[in-house]
Structures are given as C-alpha cells and as structure tokens.
C-alpha cells in the first residue's frame, strides 16, 4: 500500500463530497417532519398573563429548536412540525388570547422577525421561530394561534374586535416569514374563527418548488384543499395537524397515505403525539413510498427524515393480475335487500349467499355482507354505490372480514358526504362487531375491490396488522368503476377501503 499525503487525501475526500452531495440532491429533496409529544397546559380554560403563556410555548419551543437541528444535521431543506403543538388545545376564546401572536399580512410587508424584532408587538413566538430557520438554514412551518384586530365595518369581524386564527406560517431558510395560510375547516375550536375568505396558500422553494399548506380536517374537505391542489397543479404539500385516530377508515397515518397516492403528491404531515388523546400517525409520503411513525405505546416524540422525488410518481403496475374475473359483475352472487340492492344471481348452484346486514361503522349506517368462503365474489350495494370484492383467502383463520358499503351523508363530528367500499376484519366473530376498531389481524387475502362511485375523489385506503402500510398492487378507473387490486400481502389485514367523498353534496 503506497503512502498517500495526507493534503491529497484531504483533496480526495473534499472533492468525493462535493460530488455525493450534488449527486445526493438530483431529483430529490429531504424532508423532516417531526410528531411532537406537545406540553400541555393542565388548565386550559384559565385566565393567563402573556408572561406565563410564553413560558408554557417556549418549552414546546424549546424542543422544536433541538429538532430543527437535529433534522439540518441528518441534511434536511424543510421541516414541519403539528398543529397546536406550540400552545395546545382546548382553551377558551377568552383563555387563548394570551397565546397568540400578532402576524401582519405576509404578502402585505416583507418581514424578518429575527432581523426586525421591533417592527410589531406580541410576536415573540414568530421572533423565536424566525431565528430558527435563519440559523439552521431550513425551511420551516409550524402552526401557532394569531390574533388580527378589525374593525366593525368589517360583518365578520367579532364583537371583541379581533379575529383570532389558527393559523401555519412558513419561514424561508433565511427567516423571512413567506406565507401564512389560516385554517378552514375548523373542527369544534372555541377560541378560533373561520377566517373571513378562504385562504389559497402556496410557498415556492428553490430545491422542490410549490408547496400547499393546508391543516387536519382540511384534509377531507374540497375548500381549500382539492382546489388548492388541482389550481396549482402541486407535486408537494406540508401539512400540521392534530388528528385523533378513528379505525377502520380514518386512522392518520391511513388516510395521510391514501391522500398522498390519490393525488400523486407528496405529503409532508406532522401529527401531535399523544396516545392518552388517540393522536399519533405522522409520515413523509409520496405517490409510492411512505416513511411513518405510529406509537400508541409511549410518549416519545418523533423525528423523521426521508429523501423523496421531487416529481412522485405512482409506481403500481399498470396491467391487472389476471386469475381475477375481469368482471365480477358478470357472475355475482348478492342479493335483494329492500330498494339498494338490485343485481342478479346469476351463478347457479352456488353456495346460498351470505347474509346482509346493517352495522354502524364510524358513526354511519353501512350495509354488509360478510365472507364466508376461502373464495368468492360478492356484492353489496347503498343508494347509488355499489362495492364488489373478488377475494382468495390465502388460509382460513378465525376472523371474519366483511364488506361493507355507505353511501350518504356523515353528520357526527362534521358533516360530509362519504360513498365508501370497505373490506375490514370486525372486531370479534359476530356480525355486530364489524366497523369496530381492530388494530390486529392474521389473515392475508389476495383482492380486488372495486365501486361504481358518484365522485371523481376516491381514497384507497391500505391498513395491516398493527398499523402499518401497504400499497396496492393496481388502482385506477376501469370505465365507470374505481378498482383496488393486492395480491400477495406479507401480513394480515385490517382494512382495505375506497374512501370516496362527494364534496359537491356536502
Ligand atoms: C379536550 O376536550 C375534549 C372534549 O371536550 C376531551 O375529550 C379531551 O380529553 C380534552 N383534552 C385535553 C387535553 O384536555
Ligand atoms: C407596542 O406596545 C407599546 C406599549 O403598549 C406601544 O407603546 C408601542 O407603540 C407598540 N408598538 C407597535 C409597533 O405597535
Ligand atoms: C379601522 O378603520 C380605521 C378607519 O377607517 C383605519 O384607520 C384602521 O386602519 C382600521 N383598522 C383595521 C384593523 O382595519
Ligand atoms: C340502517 O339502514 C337500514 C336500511 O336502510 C335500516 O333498516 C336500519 O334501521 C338502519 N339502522 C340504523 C341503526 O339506523
Ligand atoms: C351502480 O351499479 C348499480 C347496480 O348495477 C346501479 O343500480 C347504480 O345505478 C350504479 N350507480 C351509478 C352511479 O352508476
């Protein structure tokens, strides 16, 4: 081995790094997202000084500071951190002003918190984060309570003379404040109002483009979300938000994916993480891969870096698996049941076919039917919506699964209208157990599910045993059904939905 001075090694290995990190960026981006187990105020509901609300946030600060460096050491250009993580949630429209920072429009002054600290009052917290991006030289959204004061010309503006928004801001790597979006779809928050015309907000960056921001329960409505999306035409969005799970169809880390895959973006989302509250799920997801955090277990926040496309791309195979029926509906089994139903038996000498029955699934009325054979094909209809599944069962355990449908309009806990097909694993053995929360199953089941929805908008929602991912085999529209197909699982499965909303019935 030949001595090599060391100057020349020193060269070598400068040049070989210049090189890789070049080479590392072609393409691609790294993103953080960091689920933050949020300190919380015991009492929210009581009057607090300003004083004594900083001291509560700079703790929360505190710990987003050592993420934003922990995440700049492991390369990344954004972070994203959750929604009420800064002051939490559950206060009052009196308790929570003591929290919120003034924020001018951004569009309206170019300002630098960390650079011109003085230029406004109450902004400590923007001053603060501001500092966070310029030192570590990151992009940075996070969520924080804003107040803006108006004027009684104003017929939104309230009694008390401001509005008070729940509301993400983002800083460019230099600490400028470049946008801020206010939340839209609030979900039962007292102290927050509904901002007065619906904030469209994108940020550009020079490393992945356009963003969308958007937060939680906007994610499953048309306004801003969809729109934002389709009118810009994004390839990324981040995404704060503090979502309670709710099995089978709306655990975070679930619908976040299947956000992701049906829009063919990234999504970068950052949940709160508190297990006593249901709040877990975050990722970084995009069309073909999701990188995620779930832990109902303990209370350890999360900080996750992934380097992804800037261009996603849904990387399914495109030509169908062939030993399905290429028509199910040629040769179904289901049955009459009262108006919804309507279809034709038309394979004889079947098996009698399984019963129909009604079971409450997340608050709605669906209509199931359960599977009863190591194979088959069958079909259960709701209104308009019809669901097929043609399934193989890869062995026969003790679980039921069965497929249920919904067609109509969800009015618990918001109101929106759902045409939903879904394959899931009921809780026990008894009908009435389906649409029960399950986190674990054993079975694996090769499937193809499809639905003649009303909505261009559909979810395809993939969940195994113990909360993790999967990605279909093959999605798409074959003439006017939607069709999940997945063979080959490695582990059991929970659920297996289309989730489709029907925003225009709303
Ligand atoms: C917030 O309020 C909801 C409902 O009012 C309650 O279920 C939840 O436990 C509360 N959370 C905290 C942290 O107090
Ligand atoms: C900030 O508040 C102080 C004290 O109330 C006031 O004198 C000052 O004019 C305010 N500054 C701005 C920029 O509003
Ligand atoms: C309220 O109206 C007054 C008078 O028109 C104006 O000077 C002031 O800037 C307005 N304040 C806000 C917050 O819009
Ligand atoms: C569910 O819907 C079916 C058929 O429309 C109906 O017979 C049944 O009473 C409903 N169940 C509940 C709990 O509303
Ligand atoms: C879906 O299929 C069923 C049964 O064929 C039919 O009655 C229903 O009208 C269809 N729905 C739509 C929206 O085409």
């Not at 609300?53 to 492991?74: F, G, P, S, T």
């Not at 570590?136 to 004027?151: A, H, I, W």
């Not at 503006?157 to 946008?179: E, K, M, Q, W």
């Not at 053995?429 to 009303?454: M, P, W």
Request: charged share 20%.
């Amino acid at each position: 081995m030949a001595d090599i001075p060391v100057g020349s090694c020193c060269m070598l290995v400068l040049v070989c790094f210049q090189v890789l990190s070049a080479d590392v960026h072609r393409g691609h981006y790294i993103a953080a997202v960091y689920e933050h187990h949020v300190i919380l105020n015991p009492n929210p509901a009581a009057i607090t000084s300003r004083r004594s609300a900083l001291q509560l946030m700079n703790r929360n600060l505190d710990i987003y500071e050592e993420q934003v460096i922990a995440a700049v050491k492991q390369g990344a250009q954004i972070i994203v951190f959750p929604e009420d993580g800064i002051q939490g949630f559950n206060f009052t429209r009196t308790s929570i002003y003591p929290y919120l920072d003034f924020i001018p429009y951004p569009d309206s002054v170019t300002w630098n918190p960390c650079k011109e600290e003085y230029l406004f009052n109450d902004t400590e917290v923007l001053h603060r984060l501001s500092c966070m991006a310029l030192k570590n030289q990151v992009f940075l959204v996070v969520n924080l309570g804003t107040k803006q004061p108006c004027n009684h010309s104003d017929r939104h503006c309230p009694p008390d003379g401001r509005y008070h928004f729940n509301t993400n801001v983002v800083f460019s790597d230099s600490g400028t404040l470049i946008a801020r979006y206010r939340k839209q779809n609030l979900y039962f928050e007292r102290a927050f109002d509904t901002p007065p015309e619906v904030d469209y907000t994108v940020f550009n960056t020079p490393f992945a483009g356009k963003f969308g921001v958007f937060t939680c329960f906007d994610i499953l409505f048309y306004e801003p979300t969809v729109k934002l999306i389709k009118e810009h035409n994004l390839k990324q969005a981040v995404y704060p938000t503090a979502w309670m799970n709710q099995l089978p169809l709306l655990s975070a880390v679930e619908f976040q994916q299947a956000f992701a895959v049906a829009f063919n973006i990234n999504l970068l989302a950052a949940n709160i993480h508190r297990p006593d509250l249901g709040m877990t799920g975050s990722g970084i997801y995009t069309a073909s891969e999701s990188f995620i955090y779930y832990n109902m277990e303990d209370d350890k926040g999360k900080l996750i870096v992934a380097k992804i496309p800037i261009t996603p791309r849904r990387e399914t195979n495109n030509n169908m698996h062939t030993s399905f029926s290429n028509s199910p509906m040629d040769h179904q089994i289901c049955r009459k049941e009262d108006q919804e139903a309507h279809c034709e038996k038309a394979e004889t000498g079947a098996q009698e076919a399984p019963p129909i029955f009604h079971g409450e699934m997340m608050y709605d009325n669906f209509t199931f039917m359960p599977i009863m054979e190591a194979e088959g094909e069958i079909q259960v209809c709701s209104n308009t919506l019809c669901c097929s599944l043609s399934y193989q069962r890869l062995f026969v355990s003790k679980e039921l699964y069965a497929l249920g449908v919904f067609d109509g309009l969800h009015t618990v806990h918001g109101t929106y209208y759902v045409q939903a097909c879904a394959l899931v694993k009921c809780g026990t053995l008894d009908y009435t157990s389906c649409g029960q929360e399950v986190t674990k199953a054993t079975e694996r089941i090769d499937f193809q599910l499809q639905g003649n929805f009303s909505t261009a908008f559909v979810f395809p929602l993939l969940l195994k045993s113990g909360i993790t991912l999967d990605f279909a085999d093959y999605l798409g529209w074959e003439k006017n059904h939607y069709v999940m197909q997945k063979k080959g699982a490695s582990s059991g499965l929970i659920t297996a939905g289309l989730y489709g909303r029907w925003y225009e019935k709303d």
